[in-house]
């Protein structure tokens, strides 16, 4: 998209994006989905200390922990390439952040994402939203009939979340028809009973707040 700024400096991470497509009103770009489904997820900031390389890298934590691969992507693509796969980055998107800044999250995932693709990784997407205003937009750079990846720490305790979580899974579901979801956190029946209707596939994984409370509570 910047390719005809060759002279400048790259403050945009522009050549995530060198060789994707784009889709949707604010062009977000492409990802090509993967057709494994992981059978572990590794959270990117435990991934330096992995000494097993079968898992899935996943960003299902504070953005601070991983803000550091979009502000130097180039630096951590060898240790990704070691692992089974990557679900792409969930950058936050609050509802009472301004909208441009849940549309540029968005985009940053899906341009690592594009990224990763382009370099030989396997990449499942995360799919995130906030309120309606951002349902479409969530969708965008996303192949229909494949697998997606959502995370609900954090997300479905509050009723209000919790509402906001159902009405965009419901238009995901409608807008994408996944053939499988990976979910990392809790996955209740009742709250994904509308995709599993449908015959999508339910792969869940506890998040990794999830297994410290269990194991405590052992």
Known sequence: MYNNRAKCKDVF???L???AGFSGKYEIPEIKTSEKLPTELLPFSKANRSKTFD???CFYE???RYNRLWNDPKRYLGMLKRFGGVI???FSVYRDMPLAMQI???YKGRAIGAWLNAN???VIPNVRWGDGRTFETACAGVEKHKTIAVGTHGCIRAKDD??????GLKYIVDRLEPTAIVVYGQAPEKLFAYAAERGIKIVPFESEILKVHIKENC
């Open 13 to 15: 991470n522009a050549f």
């Open 120 to 122: 030989g990784i396997d």
């Open 62 to 64: 504070h953005d601070e």
């Open 162 to 167: 919790r509402l906001w979580f159902e009405e």
């Open 104 to 106: 540029f999250n968005i």
């Open 17 to 19: 994006t060198d060789r």
């Open 88 to 90: 792409s980055p969930d």
């Open 55 to 57: 898992r899935w890298i």
